[in-house]
């Protein structure tokens, strides 16, 4: 703890090596009385602790992270490095366009770029993450409807498959969110969807390939049926890894997606964020994205406010997103160009597919074992759980020992001691190799010297985490030594 | 093939093990019509060099203009170690800690992010960021909405004097759950709050008072009074901070009798640069009652098998992965590593070296504001104290005087003339610590010799320069 | 204090550990006599954020002119990671790694660029860096003296194709210690060394000849013939090299029959930026027999007490720290950091990406000296075959056409005529993988330019621009 | 091993996407047949390894690295950003001064600092590390005497103590380097001295405070002495630090300097290098610094070179020197100022001498308990190898397990199993008693379990290494696959 290492009236001094001007003016009331309680320590110190706790995490740049449904690939360096050139950097968001044409044209030829990729009408890059494009989204559909005067449209419908922001977007837009099966195979239970659909549908929203990690083979007569109903398709782009370059939302017939930059885009996580979810939409849906857009009038870059853009449903942050996250994704938007993105859905479909192969052969079960993987699968370790009594978190800790970051564990919900792996495109075959030996090995663990697994991780910085306690006794902030 | 490590080999042999002929052979399943072409549109990729080029290109492009423009978005000094630090692949590269173990590194040093903006608010607890100020507030607004039981209406009081942008943002995020935001006027004397206004709502249900420090104008609200006029009429105070001002302010926690319930702001002043208004974070922190309707994550402190201390995300029933559509917010991804920039920013800085930041923007805008007042007809329309942004009123269109200033490559502040049309000729100007004597000197040449020109030669006004 | 984490309380309680009043009286054992004043002379401190001020209007000041100018330093791409991990804390703030199990980091990679440099200059040995290419040459003369058995002489044959300040340091470097450079002409026509001149030296004691690949005229020696002389005249070869070069050109250790003896060049090329020329490194590497003669850090593998491989520093014996004055060279600190961002960069780039770069840097120079020999009066004199730089003459002065190319922001290349006034108006010219068409063609217009106004008013030519 | 991870027709091809030009006008024969053998990885591959490498690693950032006599203090992380600004990196060396009054104005004002810091009379920049520097000091008063012609002078004295570059440099100057012994209280044996003074003395090279520590008090006398026998006096300005700001070596009678600018001025070792080693001179041994030197004409900022210097002795490199490491102590020398310098030498001596004092008081011998430490000092374990077989080398391996780097081991040669201790002034007191604490523990191991710390490390990536089989069965390259 950085606190730990405080001492009353220590300074990083190179920093504050100024006299501190006196505040006359500001009446005594509204002054506070102490400095805030942060940290009294010196540069070094704060150096050294960041860096040691920095290695304490897995990270891409460290290890193997197949991390379903989150794309953990390489993030270029290039990226990071272009989009913070001091220009860049210094660029106050409120610049008049005159000292913004090199941003905005960033901006305008990304938008591009989505629009194409996807095959949507438009693009408005300001969502600051998935979930917020999904919100817009949503609220982008309610908008349509309303313009309409189809007010009675109260429902959203999600697969009980779908990722947990789905039906909480949904009821941010004040919907409510109903869920709908998916069925034996991967896909969604239609017969389910045909009942459930109605003038109180305003939408549905899928990921395709979905959660479950197949693709969603009747999608144009999924398409077809929610059109009919008078609803909307929302595409959660979440997964479009799997499709880059060869698959459209638009053409499968959505009306508004969200992307993850973050995951198909390649910016960095940054053990959380920031991302961004830039929305795209078909024509319809247009005149009612997000401000602020960035247009070209001929000769110049010009910005679209509430002003050019009256039927907008606003906008979602003070000012245009998360530029720098965009500038990332634009770099690797350029470096990889057309044929680069056709190879995103090739090569994490390979590999995914052939992961997939080899832990079957494996002795493992997959969830859908008759269907292709998208670029990601899900495997069930019910027999495992069942038979030896390890059960899916404990093969995911035991994985953090051999140095492998866990897979996404019981999620989607639907399948019982589910593993979704996601193996993306820049790993190598022997990085999956590798992969099979480490699960061969702990399922051989399993069955021999189970304890050994049920109480991994061993060798990370702390062992397994009480989170009962962590929310029970709240501890939320440094009190001071105790 | 960029970033893609596989060989011939390798591609052979993955698809025998498949048993595939083709890549394409596993898209089988994708019906054929639905299958794209080669999108010609978009441009075919380069190398990082050439990309390099073009970047480089396009960031001179935009100039490196005297920044004296504020309005949300502050131009601060970051120690060079923040960002050396912040961009080490392990945090820059790392997901959200859904494994624990494996994850100490970024799950302690949000722990510690924590501690320190509750220090800096005298809040209870925080979360591990929101998107943007402006974004947590709307989510202060919903939070406070859920919170407080009392109040049916979800109706908010929302002064004027809050940036007229977080206005925006928060109606847009709200008002599809049927939210709505009163405001209330300011008083045209002080630039702060109109208590009058306010006290026309006195004893209406209103959820929540939203109460900005500094507010938009750069002005110090009446903290105490505002906090305590709202519980005393049933609402909840949500404070909207700048962080950096609180160093040297009166904490939301303490404000009035009993304290802010909520606070939130936009993190940016702390390490973040102004890099054209993101990625930022949002910061929200509340009293502990209040901290099962908080959105976002959590982090907390706990043992492992062995009672070794360790930090995990906690209280996840709040959120959408867990409680989906019964969540306290849709948010997921946040703003991690612009955390993690504020954390180490803020341990480098401590709190006394963050007092010195702003005690330094305060004397700079002062002297800026001082220096300006001294042109003929430019004058200070408010008298309430400021913090380090102030209005000024000026002889010409705002918007023409700025975009004059623009040419001679400075950023003169912000047009308040849309937002405060009954302002006039107004702009809010700012100077950080940064902002040196000879560049307020710089401000004031240049914005002399733009007045002259416009009492001069009224038909030069358009700048064709 | 920056950088001093002391709080008062701390020296307070350390000062009466050590049993003295005060920090001064820790000096107690200095004359008084001696003791410096306060340094007036030197500038008071300044905060961080003034300092960077400063640094980045320095920085600026001095403009980013288009660069075709090599000789010896060379503008090119470095893939963005590179310096990103070079600068990690790990590697950044470490020392020489004495402590060889906490210090595998920085071991393990140094074997890997002997590997990398051995598989590139076709060399048994490699050690880890010398100081830059110039002082490696002087280090490789003294390495030939000793290890040549057979000559007694001290003396050494260096072409006048070599580098000029590369000639300068090694003289400078050399000559303590009685050691005589004997240069040959290079041939007129050609531009690689003339072997008529060499040939008077045949069966003359000379210790070493000295072979640079590319010369410095950016012209290919004949390796193969050159190594076969100096062998059959009981030398050594010493090979000087360009490291891109050697990605597409026959490695020096198969130069000729058996090969040169010691390869030795400027690593810059390998991921070190421009940089006001530093700084770079030098590398060294040579037949395994020289092994104990060579100077400098050298890591080997071995194993620990388990059988694990691990990575030490070896030879020790041949050091200073050992065997003070009779160590194989006075070197200590070599350049490190540079060799961790040369390792990264070739592991990055591979051997076949090495080629690429080398090809288009070639196929560059090739297309900027031709649009230039369009202008006229502007030649080629030499029939050699480049690799990346090449020798034009012009219709003036060379410095007055540089000075003129100058003002308009391109750098034109390097003057020859201080150290080859037989060449006349003559300069060398480079044109990176870096540089476009365009930037080739806007040389090729303010050459054109100069030219034409050197012409027609010749007094301009002090340029006054 | 990277190589490891090679496989044949693996590239990195974000960076060299792009067509590869032919060569037709290179004679086959002198072109190479296959690309060098490099390894071929991916991007991320390198970046994964290269990141994973680096944790191996103890460093400054992340660990107390109290390594005598190489002063590994904090190394400001803005030093690393301003000498990186995008116009200082792309700066030609032979650019025209018109394009380098910006850099050349940083050279000139470090040259001017380190003038007065070390009261000199002239300062040149250019020498690469602290050994190249002295070499110039020594090639100075060779050229000195030679001017003179005062040839007969062939010795250099040193003190037994003294680092091994001094007499190796010496050597390079073709003198021959004669060993002067250390007195019982640390300080020179001024009686042996006068022995080896005489007409072939052509100087002494000094370290003060000497590597054994202590500030050699008699400085005045020495100097008398060596300038009556017609020598010349060298200062070794490794130990810098331990008197910045406190006495300058130009006022103790030294003609020349070289400063280590890698430990005074807090430049970063990088694992080796790249360093900085400045020489200072009296005004008679000005005419023959190094070249290039900049010097201001009252307008501008212009090089001196061979040209305008003629009895330079010369150029030590091509360019002029590691100028990115002058750039970084620039950066540092203004960030301190003044006031700073002084205080790098006060509080070195107080953290060393306090460290001093509590490892005494912990039961370990200092090997000068009489002297005041300067900024760092002896142990010597001579008594526990004695007793307990626990030698110097072992203690120092198992201070590795308890996270701290040893100091300096072995050296200098004359005290017997000696620590030399140099904690620097950016440790924070703490850390001092921290390792006190990892002393003592250390010390008790050695007395209950002697096996433990004899086999030490236990920790570390590797346990110890066999040196002897290192340089037995030579292996400094990779050969492919065992
Ligand atoms: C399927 C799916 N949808 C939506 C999201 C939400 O995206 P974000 O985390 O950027 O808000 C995610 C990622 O977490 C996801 O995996
Ligand atoms: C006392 C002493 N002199 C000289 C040197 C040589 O300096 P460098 O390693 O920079 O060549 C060192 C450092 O290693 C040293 O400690």
């Known amino acids: 703890m950085i606190y730990e290492q405080s001492r009353s009236g220590r300074q990083a001094t190179a920093q504050t090596n100024f006299e501190m001007p006196a505040l006359p003016d500001i009446p005594q009331e509204l ?27 897995f990270s891409i740049d460290t290890h193997f992270y197949p991390l379903g449904s989150c794309t953990m690939k390489y993030n270029p360096r290039a990226c990071n490095s272009l989009a913070s050139l001091p220009g860049f950097l210094s660029r106050h968001p409120l610049a008049p366009d005159t000292h913004s044409q090199g941003f905005m044209a960033c901006m305008h030829e990304l938008q591009e770029i989505l629009k194409h990729v996807t095959g949507m009408h438009a693009v408005s890059l300001s969502p600051a993450a998935g979930a917020q494009g999904e919100f817009a989204g949503v609220a982008m559909i309610r908008a349509y409807h309303d313009a309409r005067g189809d007010d009675a449209r109260t429902e959203i419908l999600v697969p009980d498959a779908a990722h947990g922001t789905n039906p909480a977007s949904a009821v941010m837009c004040g919907y409510k969110a109903r869920e709908i099966p998916t069925g034996q195979d991967g896909d969604i239970d239609l017969e389910a969807l045909k009942e459930v659909l109605g003038p109180q549908t305003a939408g549905i929203m899928l990921t395709n390939p979905s959660t479950v990690g197949v693709f969603e083979r009747r999608i144009k007569e999924i398409a077809g049926l929610v059109h009919d109903a008078g609803g909307l398709l929302y595409y959660d782009g979440a997964n479009l890894n799997a499709i880059l370059g060869k698959v459209r939302p638009g053409d499968m017939g959505f009306d508004v997606i969200h992307m993850n930059l973050h995951k198909t885009f390649s910016t960095p996580h940054g053990g959380g964020g920031p991302g961004a979810g830039p929305v795209g939409v078909s024509q319809r849906l247009e005149p009612y994205l997000p401000v602020p857009m960035v247009d070209f009038d001929g000769s110049d870059y010009v910005w679209l406010t509430e002003k050019e853009r009256s039927d907008t449903i606003g906008r979602l942050s003070a000012f245009a997103g998360n530029a720098g996250v965009l500038l990332r994704a634009y770099v690797y938007a350029r470096l990889l160009g057309r044929e680069g993105m056709h190879r995103v859905a090739e090569f994490s479909s390979l590999n995914a597919n052939y992961l997939l192969k080899r832990l079957m052969e494996a002795g493992f079960d997959a969830a859908y ?114 | 093939m960029p970033f893609i490590p596989h060989t011939e080999e390798d591609i052979q042999e993955m698809l025998t093990a498949i048993g595939v002929d083709s890549i394409d052979a596993l898209f089988d399943e994708i019906p054929d019509e639905l299958r794209c072409g080669e999108l010609d549109e978009i441009p075919a990729g380069m190398p990082e060099m050439e990309v390099s080029r073009l970047m480089q290109g396009r960031a001179r492009q935009d100039g490196q203009p005297l920044c004296f423009l504020g309005a949300g978005a502050y131009d601060h000094h970051i120690p060079a170690a ?195 208004g993101g990625p930022y974070f949002g910061f929200l922190c509340c009293r502990e009652k209040l901290v099962r309707q908080m959105p976002g994550r959590i982090i907390g402190k706990t043992v492992d098998l062995d009672g070794k201390p360790g930090y995990a995300l906690t209280l996840q029933a709040r959120e959408q992965h867990i409680r989906r559509s019964k969540a306290t917010s849709n948010i997921c991804t946040n703003q991690g590593l612009m955390v993690t920039a504020a954390t180490i920013h803020m341990a480098i800085m401590g709190g006394e070296g963050l007092q010195r930041v702003a005690a330094a923007c305060h004397a700079n805008t002062k002297k800026l504001a001082q220096t300006l007042c001294d042109l003929p007809q430019v004058e200070s329309p408010f008298t309430g104290p400021v913090f380090h942004e102030q209005v000024l009123r000026l002889p010409l269109a705002a918007k023409d005087a700025l975009r004059a200033l623009a040419a001679h490559n400075v950023l003169g502040g912000f047009d308040l003339s849309d937002d405060y049309p009954e302002l006039e000729n107004a702009i809010l100007v700012c100077a950080t610590e940064l902002r040196s004597d000879e560049e307020i000197e710089q401000y004031r040449s240049k914005l002399e010799r733009v007045i002259a020109a416009q009492v001069q030669t009224p038909c030069q006004l358009k700048p064709d320069w």
């Open chain 1, 31 to 57: 002054l506070r009385e102490q400095p805030a309680g942060l940290p009294e320590v010196s540069e070094m110190q704060a150096v050294r602790h960041y860096t040691r706790l920095s290695q304490k995490n």
């Open chain 1, 369 to 482: 074992p008759e269907r292709r993987a998208s670029h990601e699968f899900i495997l069930t370790l019910k027999k495992q759980a069942k038979e030896l009594g390890v059960n899916t978190m404990d093969f995911a800790k035991r994985m953090l020992d051999y140095g492998v970051h866990a897979p996404t564990t019981y999620f989607p919900l639907l399948v019982p001691e589910c593993l979704l792996v996601e193996p993306t495109e820049t790993e190598a075959k022997e990085d999956l190799d590798d992969f099979v030996e480490i699960m061969k090995t702990i399922k051989q663990e399993a069955e021999t010297q189970p304890e050994l697994v049920k109480q991994a991780p061993h060798t990370m910085p702390v062992r397994r985490l009480d989170d009962v306690r962590a929310a029970r006794e709240l501890d939320l902030a440094w009190k001071g030594q105790e």
């Open chain 2, 82 to 276: 923040v960002w050396q630090l912040t961009t080490r692949g392990e945090f820059y590269t790392a997901y959200t800690p859904y494994q624990a173990e494996a994850s100490q590194g970024t799950l302690q040093l949000l722990y510690e992010y924590q501690s320190m903006m509750t220090a800096l608010t005298g809040m209870d607890v925080s979360n591990a960021s929101l998107y943007d100020g402006a974004s947590a507030l709307a989510e202060a607004v919903l939070m406070a909405v859920r919170g407080n039981r009392k109040s049916k209406s979800g109706r908010i009081l929302v002064p004027r004097t809050l940036h007229p942008l977080y206005r925006r943002v928060t109606h847009s995020i709200v008002r599809n759950q049927g939210i709505e935001l009163v405001e209330i006027d300011y008083d045209s004397e002080s630039g702060q709050v109109d208590l009058s206004s306010l006290e026309q709502h006195a004893g209406e249900d209103f959820a929540a008072l939203v109460i900005p420090q500094p507010n938009f104008f750069g002005v110090l609200e009446n903290t105490d009074r505002l906090t305590d006029w709202a519980h005393a009429n049933g609402m909840l105070a949500i404070a909207v901070v700048n962080p950096l001002a609180m160093s040297i302010l009166k904490p939301a926690g303490e404000w009035g009798e009993s304290g802010a319930d909520i606070c939130c702001g936009e993190g940016q002043p702390m390490g973040a640069p102004l890099a054209s």
